[in-house]
């Protein structure tokens, strides 16, 4: 590409995570209120819906990986909630322990959570400044 030529980024398409047992990455994340759009055990992927955007969450196996705690420098993944702190009372009822208490932003509050693998997907909130969310 030169200089003059550029592409447009139109949006979203899928956010993959990698994880070694789709069966048990599908019950997790149904457990944490994720609800499948697809799952294909013979290729080894399962869509997770994420509001009612296309784009989702793809679960891809990779036999090899097995549980690990989430190193530092992982990537986090957030997605927007009514309420993050409603949400951390809804995970721990479903037996899923945030990584931390939920802590406030600029914005609103936040929850993180990981994965067996060492995903770690956050649940944000709007509500210091809903203007900014979706339910505005």
């Known amino acids: ?5 550029s592409y447009e980024l139109l949006g ?14 599908v019950d997790f994340y149904e457990r944490a209120g994720f609800s499948v759009g697809f799952r294909f055990d013979e290729a080894g992927i399962a869509l997770l819906k994420v509001g009612g955007e ?4 793809l679960l891809r196996a990779e036999e090899s990986l097995g549980h690990r705690s989430p190193p530092w420098h992982t990537p986090r993944l957030w997605l927007e909630v009514p309420d ?19 802590f406030s932003g600029a914005t609103g509050w936040t929850v993180e959570i990981a994965d067996p693998w060492g995903n770690i ?15 505005n």
Do not use: C, Q
Request: aromatic share 4%.
């Open 1 to 5: 590409m030169s200089d003059e030529e």
């Open 12 to 25: 979203f398409d899928n956010a993959l995570l990698a994880v070694g047992d789709l069966g048990a990455a």
């Open 54 to 57: 296309t784009p989702g969450i």
């Open 84 to 102: 993050a702190r409603a949400a951390a009372r809804e995970l721990a009822a479903a037996g899923i322990t945030p990584l931390d208490e939920p």
């Open 121 to 135: 997907l956050g649940l944000t909130d709007y509500t210091k400044r809903p203007e900014l969310g979706r339910r």
